[in-house]
């Protein structure tokens, strides 16, 4: 509904009549309800006047639609009224309009007039208003298009050609095209005005299918044609075939097929990969395995390419793959690759010989027989073995040939050739040669096997025999009960003796032993002997040992003393001291000693009991021995030796701020196209740290006054050249690089670190 007063906005207009001062009030009304249908309109308009404070007037109206008068009234006005009054109303007025194709402007127009006099009147006053509105064309659905035709005009453009269906009323306002690829899903391609008929599709790939339809649209809504024709672009070309052997007559080519419109995959094969054969199809899609059956070819080997094809309506075809690698189909093999006994190899005369080689087949096909052959005259005539058919053709290698068939130093030659599906052998491999030789005799004459040794040295000697050459080297190794070698020695040459001394190895009182000889001929065969005995002698008197720990400048102090020998025991000759270490490692300390000598250990292990051992020893190397421990107390700190002959000490309590580190030597090696390095890790580690503490000048921290722990000995360690003795508690001494900070080193304390590196063990010399 729509609806307005007038003439003005109040919608009132005062009116002076005939007789002056006699005046009144007049205002209108007008509206319209507008119903809109599917083929016409209603059009309900209305319009009504009023009038206040007068009397004896006229008015008259009339109502209007499109210049048609739908209604019309007159009346006069006869009272006094304080406030409005209707005096002419038109009441709802309907008229019908026929919707067209088009829209419609309809004009409703309300017109009043205001007369007098009574009698007769003149209407000298006249009021309108109008509305102007819309009756809209009447539009329908329209009309589905024809269905679409797609014609393929390249791998890259399909033209796509349809008909309209407009109709009265149901005008096409645009036209929208779709499309699918490879059977997926719809999608919007392109909007094209009303008046298209055709599309040109500039958006397709090789290798992929399409089909469209069209949609008309309008106000009213949408119509969908048919689905169109597809559209099959040129096929994508197959991956390299991989030819493969699968029967005597039979090529399975496999390779990777990217085609998506193909109906057919094409083949050619090619003896020599320049030549090719006619094409062979194999309809189908998705084809990723072919089997041919070539034949025989005259090279051996056969090549192949294959291409996708699209046959209808038009025929299309994909690139040719590249070729293949030649694929055999049957073929005598190549000669065979001769693996035992290698060429040059000796052989023992005891025994059986195993001969081996590798079968190398040009057509894939495994052996299925074999000639061997040897020759003792240098070619000259051959002595043929076969494999027996059906049982060992598929063997290869020959067990269980006797060595003895041939004489002591000779050298023989040997070949094989092998057979594959095909009828023909191979060639026969290059001979490979080999030597019979008997193996050396060895047998130890002393010490016997059973005999007991009472002194030293120890005499060892064996005997010798080779027929096939001379003895080139002797490994001699004695090992204890328990199977541990406890000394060994490789001997060069022919020599088939040798005297084992004390000063090299002392045999172990009352202890078993087992003597292995094993010698070497220039034959290179190898043969082994061994002999037990026993270590059963009389011993010197047992030396005596005293031990003074020098806990000020960490030392031990020994005196060695020869025993009292009793009346069967043997003279002691001279005088040995060994430390044993925490680690168990054993280090001398000293030989050769004289009775009552002194030697000073400065570089004990603090902090832990430590075991001294003195020996006596007479002039045959027999000993005895006697243990005894001394103990070196560190109070925590670490020991520094350095100066001449490492007799300078300096000591340093360390605060918990100390450090140390252990790291094996790596080698990084990086290589192109690898994101990570190589790491190599040595042998060599590096062991390295640091001590700090506070120190006093001129006064050390243990009891002893003149104790080398005050600053003054921690300076003479700044200014030292040359290597330091390091020693940690319950440690192994090493030598070390070592740098000394001090802080505030003119005060009477100062704060001291030392840092170091290990360079290598020390030798740990006494003396």
Partial sequence: MAEKWFPSEEGSQGIGGINPGVWGYFRGRVGYYLVVGDTQATVEAWALGQWQKSYDRWMRGRLEVNGAVVWS????????????????????????????????????????????????????????????????????????????????????????????????????????????????????????????TSYIDTGTQANHYYAYRVVAQNSAGSATSGTSNTVYNTPAAPGTPTGARVSDTQIRLTFANPGITQTATEYQRSADGAAWSASVTVSGQGIVQIVDLPGSSPSGAWH??????????????????????????????????????????????????????????????????????????????????????????????????????????????????TRGVHAGYSEYASAHGFTVRQVPQASITSPLSGSVITDMPLDISWSYSDVSG????????????????????????????????????????????????????????????????????VEPAAPELALEADTRLALVNAVLFAGAAGPSQPQAMSLGLYRRNPDGTVVSLGQGLANGASVIDRFVPTSIGIDYIAVAMTATGVSSQTVKQAYVE????????????????????????????????????????????????????TYKGSRSGTVKRHEGIWPDADDPSSLDDIERLAWARGDTVMRLPGKRAFLADVTVSITDPLQSTADVTVSFQKVREHDELAI
Avoid: C
């Avoid at 693996?339 to 096909?365: E, I, K, T």
């Avoid at 037990?532 to 002698?537: I, K, L, R, V």
């Avoid at 030796?641 to 100390?658: D, I, R, W």
């Avoid at 990570?676 to 580690?685: I, M, Q, R």
């Fill in 73 to 196: 009234g007159e009346t006069r006005m006869t009272s006094l009224y304080a406030s409005w009054h209707e005096w002419l109303n038109s009441g709802l007025r309907t008229v019908t309009i026929a919707r067209t194709a088009t829209d419609q402007t309809i004009l409703i127009k309300a017109v009043f007039e205001i007369g007098t006099p009574y009698q007769s009147p003149t209407y000298d006053r006249a009021f309108e208003s109008t509305y102007t509105l819309v009756v809209p064309a009447r539009v329908v659905v329209p009309t589905a298009p024809g269905t679409p035709v797609a014609t393929r005009a390249s791998d890259n453009r399909n033209d796509v050609a349809w008909t309209r269906s407009v109709t009265a009323y149901g005008a096409y306002q645009s036209q929208r095209v779709s499309r699918r690829i490879d059977n997926g899903g719809w999608a919007d391609l392109v909007n094209v005005p009303g008046t298209a």
């Fill in 304 to 417: 192949y390419r294959v291409r996708n094809a699209r046959m209808s309506p038009t025929a299309l075809y994909s690139a040719w793959s590249q070729a293949s690698e030649g694929v055999v189909v049957e073929t005598p093999p190549a000669a065979p690759t001769l693996l035992s006994p290698a060429n040059g190899a000796v052989v023992s005369m005891a025994g059986s010989l195993h001969f081996a080689w590798q079968h190398n087949p040009r057509d894939g096909s495994a052996q299925t027989a074999w000639d061997l052959r040897y020759s003792t005259d240098n070619g000259a005539t051959w002595a043929v073995v076969s494999s027996s058919p059906g049982v060992n053709g598929t063997d290869q290698h020959l067990d269980v040939f006797p060595v003895s068939l041939w004489d002591v130093n000779a050298t023989v030659l040997w070949q094989a050739r």
């Fill in 470 to 537: 001379s003895q080139q080297l002797a490994w001699l190794e004695i090992t204890d009960s328990e199977g541990q070698a406890v000394w060994s020695k490789a001997l060069s040459g022919a020599a088939t003796s040798y005297l084992l001394g004390a000063d090299e190895f002392l045999l172990t009182n009352m202890q078993s032993y087992t003597l292995t000889v094993e010698v070497t001929s220039t034959s290179t065969l190898s043969a082994q002997t061994s002999s037990a005995f026993a270590a059963d002698y």
């Fill in 634 to 685: 560190s109070f925590g700190a670490d020991i520094w030796n350095f100066g001449e002959g490492y007799e300078q000490v300096a000591k340093l309590v360390a605060n918990p701020s100390q450090s140390r580190s252990v790291a094996f030597d790596t080698h990084y090696f990086f290589t192109a196209g690898e994101e990570d390095p190589l790491v190599f890790y040595g042998t060599n580690v």
